[in-house]
Nanobody, 125 residues
């Protein structure tokens, strides 16, 4: 069973930073895509960014480029979403998701098979 579990959501001030963690387990192959998503009340779910293990391809949504960074700790099998220069509009429930496969360009992936429960990020003064 593949599982992803998010953590790190919190209350942050505008201009502040948070780091979300996605602990992954159950990977039996080295080929996968990890996606970070967020959904605010009344809004469509948005893909914030994604990472493909094939070639290390990373993609970010325009709304977070230059502010958010995806990284990985191989020893811990954990993925991170570093969020800097936070804005109130970043407030949302953030999800980590995964799909197995040899997908080179993670932005081309529309279906993720495994989802975490979400972690709340609130940006407010």
């Amino acid at each position: 069973q593949l599982h992803v579990v998010e953590s790190g959501g919190d209350l942050a001030q505008p201009g502040g930073s948070l780091r979300l963690s996605c602990a992954a387990s159950g990977f039996t192959l080295d080929y996968y895509v990890i996606g970070w998503f967020r959904q605010a009340p009344g809004k469509e779910r948005e893909r914030v960014g994604c990472f493909s293990s094939v070639g290390g391809n990373i993609n970010y949504a325009d709304s977070v480029k230059g502010r958010f960074t995806i990284s990985k700790d191989n020893a811990k099998n954990t993925f991170y979403l570093q969020m800097n220069s936070l804005k109130p509009e970043d407030t949302a429930v953030y999800y980590c998701a995964a799909v197995l496969g040899t997908f080179r360009r993670c932005a081309s992936i529309y279906k993720y098979d495994y989802w975490g429960q979400g972690t709340q990020v609130t940006v407010s003064s």
